[in-house]
């Protein structure tokens, strides 16, 4: 089993920064990628960043390209992701999520946080 504490939410301005963490803990052994999900209000939950933990690869969504930015520390089981430039439509509820890389700009999961909710007001 692992363990995913997600922090760092909370009510920003448009175009502010915020940066979540996320620690994993438990059997983490196994768990060759992390990253966020994010969940709006009435919508799906949709990837948003990952990051290989075997080459350090990163991977993202067009929707935040060039303004978000993950990263960690697979000694420590935390990742982190810097939100800069934020905007209203970027307000959702945050999940850490940790499992194995995909092909494609996604990864599949094992393990979700609770999550952390980001308010973006306008």
């Known amino acids: 089993q692992v363990q995913l504490v997600e922090s760092g939410g909370g009510l920003v301005q448009t175009g502010g920064s915020l940066r979540l963490s996320c620690q994993a803990s438990?059997?983490?052994?196994?768990?060759?990628?992390m990253g966020w999900f994010r969940q709006a209000p009435g919508e799906s939950r949709y990837f948003v960043a990952a990051i290989d933990w075997r080459d350090g690869n990163t991977y993202y969504a067009e929707a935040v390209k060039g303004r978000f930015t993950i990263s960690g520390d697979k000694a420590k089981n935390t990742v982190y992701l810097q939100m800069n430039s934020l905007k209203p439509e970027d307000t959702a509820v945050y999940y850490c999520?940790?499992?194995?890389?995909?092909?494609?700009?996604?990864?599949?999961?094992?393990?979700w946080g609770k999550g952390t909710l980001l308010n973006v007001s306008s």
């Open positions: 999520a940790a499992g194995a890389p995909s092909t494609l700009a996604t990864m599949y999961v094992d393990y």
């Open positions: 438990g059997n983490t052994l196994s768990n060759s990628a």
